[in-house]
């Protein structure tokens, strides 16, 4: 009896890679061969069943089918994804649906050579079917890459054909139905595709109103609903389920948005009339109405649909520009343009109300909905008060473009913000990035004018309220008082000659829980700088015994001396910059971990101190290897040749995101809001059921933000188990006040 010998892992896969070679020959078209004989395929499925059924060590169902992965891996990342990234629009999508192709039949293929895997180890062990694992390696290496792109040439030739030019109908019908095969038709395209043609119909919609007669618009709706379903049905390249969907949006564009025209002509409809800025049709519009019983809700409605979709454009426009580029901070989305044109909008349709409309609640109460439709929006990712903050801060810091305004511009600007303020839902949230950034102002000795951040301030309490601006106003107070402790500090150490450092400190001495909270750094100070913070503490101490003092370096800036081959350069850097830089007066060279372990930082601080001396326009240190990352394994040594045109620069630190900081400070001094307005509520109630106990606490926080119901009702529990309230014994529903 002949026994045969295990096939090894190299001599298997040697003949399987022969074949995976013939394969990949075949899909590229180096190869005059279109498939596989036979024989060449029972040789490939043997040798894989072979491989498979053999005893252990030579057992190697595991490794076949990690590298039934791999092939797919490898194809499409040096094959396919390379025959793609360059191509755009139509010639995309006919390159993406021959590769869909190609791999359909590498799949069918793979398929047939590991089918053993397929029939009993992979459903013994419950993992993806050979086809899945093949079409997830499509989509995360091909299809996610190029699937935005895909979405969009195939949504542009149906916007092509809507307007009546002539497409491929097949190449729309194949390319969707890849979107279907992978299982992303719906998140990935119909979503897109409705929107587009919500935003196409809506565009049509106006515009034939402008110029048709009601007659022609309704024929114009039916024969664009009866074109739409065509897409579906004849032509194929849509889903079917995107049917209902796509005739419901078309019908809500042409016929539900405009069923409450105020007039049957399609002339003096009051969005086009708004548009056109028809003082004298609007006015006659609201005479005529207003004669009618709820008529003028029916104008005042169209009215705020109209200042609404105004809003959400102006949005969308700077989202859209702001797709173009990087996104680092909030300035990246334009805050001052996109604030100064929701003010803009505001006077303008306030206009309308104060004039047109004879300044009538209802148009008010329109006008105020709408703003706060798109004035709580986010832009970009970006909260709009952080936007609203950030245009304040450029309003109110040098260099901002305020010295460019007068003292009266100002102060009708300032007003008018606070008037946007108003209809925004997240005051406080607004409280603390504008704190944060007046923070910043005061102590780099940024604020253009110090009568206007009062003058502000003083806007932002008449409307809001005292304590809304207790903390700003403390702010402004320290800073008065910092600089008496600096002239006292000064006549100090005039006096005592002994303790003066030799080197220039001015300290600002800030009042805990009024300013934001600074990151606090145990900074091992370089010699220089200890015998200053020595010097200061003695100070302090002697005159405010009670009182105790903690450092927040990362706030710190120094002046320092770099003494350069070609001259000498003063440095304006951060405390935590110049500690590393003085480092090199003791050391030629620095590892990135010796650098740690004397200064004592923190590793997400030092990479940013370092990475801004090396690796971007000021490059004060030399950095091995020179590379634009910072690495631990990275040594650095003083750069002895760096020069500048100037003999005094600033080198910035690299900005941080605080967006996620403050939101989160913001959300739990919440919960502390609402658990003093609940307790408030039943110590005046005593007795209070669920629904009217969550509706007074909506309505006492809504002055500061709208609280979520789910947040007041955990609220509840905790001051349950607080022994604060209880359960009313009698009704469920109901809670009592403990005293």
Request: aromatic share 10%.
């Amino acid at each position: 009896m002949v026994i045969k010998e295990p096939i090894q892992w190299e001599q298997g896969w040697g003949l399987m890679q022969e074949a995976i070679t013939k394969l990949k020959n075949i899909l590229e078209g180096l190869t005059d061969e279109k498939s596989f004989t036979s024989e060449e395929y029972m040789n490939q499925y043997t040798t894989i069943y072979d491989m498979c059924t053999q005893k252990l060590p030579c057992e190697f169902n595991k490794e076949l089918y990690d590298k039934y992965k791999e092939i797919f891996d490898e194809y499409l990342n040096s094959s396919v994804w390379p025959s793609l990234r360059d191509k755009h629009h139509e010639f995309l999508l006919r390159e993406l649906l021959r590769r869909w192709n190609s791999h359909k039949v590498m799949t069918r293929w793979l398929s047939r050579f590991f089918r053993y895997l397929e029939c009993y180890y992979i459903e013994r062990r419950t993992l993806p079917s050979l086809n899945t694992v093949a079409l997830s390696c499509f989509r995360d290496l091909t299809f996610d890459k190029v699937k935005a792109m895909a979405t969009d040439a195939i949504i542009s030739l149906i916007h092509k054909e809507r307007e009546g030019e002539q497409i491929d109908p097949s190449l729309l019908k194949n390319v969707v139905h890849i979107y279907v095969e992978i299982g992303v038709y719906e998140q990935d395209f119909e979503v897109a595709m409705i929107a587009d043609a919500s935003t196409y119909y809506a565009r049509k919609a106006t515009n034939w109103i402008e110029v048709d007669s009601f007659a022609d618009y309704m024929l114009k709706a039916e024969e664009s609903l009866k074109r739409e379903r065509y897409r579906v049905r004849e032509a194929g390249y849509l889903h079917s389920s995107t049917e209902n969907k796509l005739v419901e949006t078309v019908q809500h564009e042409l016929l539900v948005t405009h069923a409450t025209r105020l007039l049957e002509n399609d002339n003096s409809g009051c969005g086009v009339l708004l548009r056109d800025d028809k003082v004298e049709d609007l006015s006659r519009i609201y005479r005529l109405y207003h004669e009618i019983p709820k008529g003028l809700e029916l104008v005042a409605n169209t009215f705020k649909k109209h200042v609404t979709s105004e809003g959400a454009r102006l949005i969308q426009q700077v989202e859209e520009a702001s797709n173009s580029q990087t996104i680092n901070s909030s300035s990246g989305v334009q805050e001052h343009s996109i604030v100064s044109k929701f003010i803009e909008l505001h006077d303008r349709f306030m206009a309308y109300v104060k004039g047109c409309f004879m300044n009538n609640n209802i148009f008010h109460k329109a006008l105020k909905e709408a703003f706060e439709v798109f004035c709580n929006k986010n832009v970009a990712g970006i909260p709009s008060v952080e936007l609203v903050a950030a245009f304040c801060d450029n309003m109110l810091k040098k260099g901002g473009g305020s010295e460019k305004l007068s003292d009266e511009a100002i102060d009708e600007t300032q007003e008018k913000v606070v008037y946007l303020l108003v209809y925004n839902t997240d005051k406080d949230l607004f409280a603390e990035f504008y704190r944060k950034k007046l923070a910043r102002r005061l102590l780099s000795d940024r604020s253009a004018n110090e009568d206007h951040e009062k003058s502000f301030l003083c806007k932002l309490k008449r409307q809001f309220g005292g304590h809304y601006t207790s903390k700003m106003e403390g702010m402004m107070t320290d800073l008065v008082i910092a600089k008496d402790c600096q002239r006292s500090y000064e006549q100090y150490l005039h006096i005592n000659q002994h303790v003066n450092p030799g080197i220039d400190l001015s300290v600002t001495v800030l009042t805990t829980g009024t300013w934001p909270s600074y990151k606090s750094c145990s900074l091992n100070l370089p010699s220089e700088m200890v015998k200053c913070v020595e010097a200061f503490n003695e100070y302090y101490t002697s005159k405010a015994k009670h009182k105790k003092l903690s450092w927040a370096f990362s706030m710190g800036a120094c002046n320092i001396h770099g003494k350069f081959q070609k001259k000498t350069i003063e440095l304006i850097v951060s405390t935590y910059q110049a500690a590393t830089l003085l480092l090199f007066n003791n050391a030629d060279k620095l590892s990135f971990l010796e650098i740690k372990t004397q200064l004592g930082l923190d590793y997400e601080d030092l990479v940013r101190v370092l990475h801004s001396l090396s690796c971007v326009k000021y490059k004060i240190l030399c950095k091995e290897p020179n590379t634009k990352t910072i690495s631990q394994n990275d040594i650095f040594e003083f750069n002895s040749g760096f020069t500048d045109r100037v003999r005094r620069i600033k080198v910035p630190l690299p900005p941080i995101d605080e967006r996620k900081k403050v939101v989160k400070d913001v959300d739990k001094d919440r919960k502390y809001a609402i658990d003093a307005a609940i307790v408030r509520i039943m110590k005046s109630r005593k007795t209070l059921g669920h629904q009217q106990l969550v509706l007074e606490c909506i309505e006492m926080m809504s002055c500061m933000f709208k609280p979520d119901v789910k947040v007041i009702k955990k609220r509840i529990e905790n001051l349950i188990g607080q022994d604060y309230l209880e359960r009313d014994p009698n009704d469920a529903n109901a809670y009592r006040y403990l005293a």
